[in-house]
């Protein structure tokens, strides 16, 4: 952990990037006592209000509090952000280490899968599958995850063709220890830093995914993310820029700091790059 670290902390861009996410998490956690007002309450002020020191960030068309609206967006769309991302990563994971061990026609089925999956368009397969069976924030959760796994499956499987070919593998093998326990112990953490910069970014991806869909009106009505903001500031853009300019300018912080940290994530646990910046 001390050697993460000192590798971690001397990308400064990857610090700052943590930070952010950090302050974010907390701010979404403790929305409740960080705001003053119920994101979709309206009426607590004038419409249309600009950002002033009672509302940091103005009012919208319906009088709500943008300020609270970011916040609690910030909540939705980390907790849809993590669990898609995990929700892919679990998919991904069991799906490259099953096909990148055992190889042959198991590899091949996998491959072919993971293929006709990349081949459908990822956003529009998501919006029709949540215009279907409906756009519930959990209903959002499983669909990205189950888009965004093949990334993960690849990247996981290459790196596990690669690993058991090792000489650590053999020895496994020689001392009785069978598949389960091989790729458990030995290979998977081998395969750390693919499966943690790659969920870091699948995160950043979930999140589009769901301000996307939410943007077109496909989102849960019943919680306010940054994606509903956008699709609530898009006829008023001219007379209330701060309306769209806040959720867009969350978005893309959120969706920055969470690349720069997937990159200093993959410098500080690479063993082929650790040691070799500065």
């Not at 993960?152 to 690669?162: D, K, P, Q, T, W």
């Amino acid at each position: 952990m001390k050697d993460f670290w000192r590798e971690f902390k001397r990308n400064k861009a990857g610090v700052l990037a943590l930070a952010f996410i950090i302050f974010l998490g907390i701010t979404a956690a403790t929305a409740d006592w960080v705001t003053s007002h119920d994101p979709l309450e309206p009426g607590v002020g004038r419409p249309f209000t600009p950002p002033s020191r009672d509302f940091p960030m103005g009012t919208d068309d319906l009088a709500r509090d943008i300020f609270s609206g970011v916040v609690y967006g910030a909540r939705v769309s980390l907790m849809v952000g993590l669990s898609a991302a995990a929700t892919a990563s679990l998919i991904g994971v069991l799906i490259g280490s099953v096909s990148g061990f055992f190889g042959g026609r198991i590899d091949y089925i996998l491959m072919k899968l993971c293929e006709m999956f990349q081949s459908l368009p990822m956003f529009l397969f998501a919006l029709v599958i949540v215009s279907f069976f409906g756009s519930s924030i959990w209903n959002i959760v499983i669909v990205i995850g189950f888009i965004t796994w093949p990334r993960m499956a690849r990247l996981v499987r290459a790196e596990i063709l690669h690993l058991k070919e090792m000489e650590f593998v053999t020895a496994a093998r020689a001392i009785g220890l069978d598949s389960v326990k091989i790729v458990l112990r030995h290979l998977l953490p081998n395969v750390l830093h693919v499966i943690v910069v790659t969920l870091s970014l699948d995160v950043g991806t979930a999140i589009i995914v769901e301000a996307s869909l939410s943007f077109l009106g496909a989102g849960d009505p019943n919680v306010m993310s940054w994606g509903r903001m956008l699709h609530n500031a898009q006829r008023f853009i001219r007379r209330a820029w701060w309306m769209a300019v806040f959720p867009g300018l969350a978005i893309f912080l959120t969706v920055l700091s969470l690349n720069i940290l997937g990159d200093a994530l993959n410098d500080a646990l690479n063993p082929r790059l650790r040691g070799k910046r500065g």
